[in-house]
């Protein structure tokens, strides 16, 4: 069967409209990134930009935190789904070019991470702000826009790695028991132990675009890009596990 990338494409969006777990994965990058900076914002927001220590644009995306916990669900749960109950033989079925199926999948999860990370980032901010009182920054902040575009690439690309490590280990499980904590915990002590090497690591590489002036030896795209290498990696490796593995 000869199929454009179209209609791959389209058949990969209607498996995530369709799968409850992977479609509510998605709704929570929203959902819980927007109710924890209203929770946030509204109770300790305003005390808080009191301290001296205070960074307004990246403090503005602090419940980027827990959505991105969410977007790295998405892309796990978006891939495992074919590793059940022999849904992968019948994607390939319908899809023998594996390479095919593998970058609709992965375009699709992509693609929706991204939309869904835009319109997170934006509310997010200007949420949060609206509750700021006399201490609010506006989108014409220096630096605001591209955080709020650069925060919804970050998304994307959590999602994506998370989505090429599914594919290699067959499992959102153990994808989600390896990803959350190595992101929440582990970088945060490798940070205290390996110094200015930690800043290479995809979460605080990638969350650099969030900072009005980063630090350290990389810029907020670059940053970014170190973020999209880590994904990339995972990608590939997801490819390569697709292509010679049995279904």
Known sequence: M??????????????????????G???????????????VFATVGQA?????????????FYALNFGQIAAISFGATAVSSEFLNG????????????GLLYGAKMSVIGGVALAVGLITTFATFLVGQALMGEY?????EPGAVRAAVGGSVYLMLMALLAAGLTAVLRSA?????????????????????????AQYLPSQAGQLVLHQNPGGDLGAWTGLAVTAAW?????????WSIWRRDA
Do not use: H, Q
């Open 25 to 39: 994965s998605l709704v929570a990058v929203f959902a819980a990134t927007l109710a924890v900076t209203m929770l």
């Open 231 to 239: 994904a990339g990696t995972a990608l590939c490796a997801g490819w």
């Open 136 to 140: 609010a920054i506006g989108l014409g």
């Open 48 to 60: 808080e930009a009191d301290s001296a220590d205070y960074e307004p644009l990246f403090s503005a």
């Open 87 to 98: 849904a992968l033989r019948i994607s390939f079925s319908a899809v023998p070019r594996r």
């Open 2 to 23: 000869n199929m454009s990338i179209a209609s791959v494409m389209r058949s990969e969006w209607i498996k995530i409209k369709s799968v409850r777990s992977v479609a």
């Open 173 to 197: 499980v153990a994808v989600l028991a390896v990803l959350i904590p190595f992101i929440l915990i582990v970088s945060f002590v490798l940070g205290d132990i390996a110094g200015d090497a």
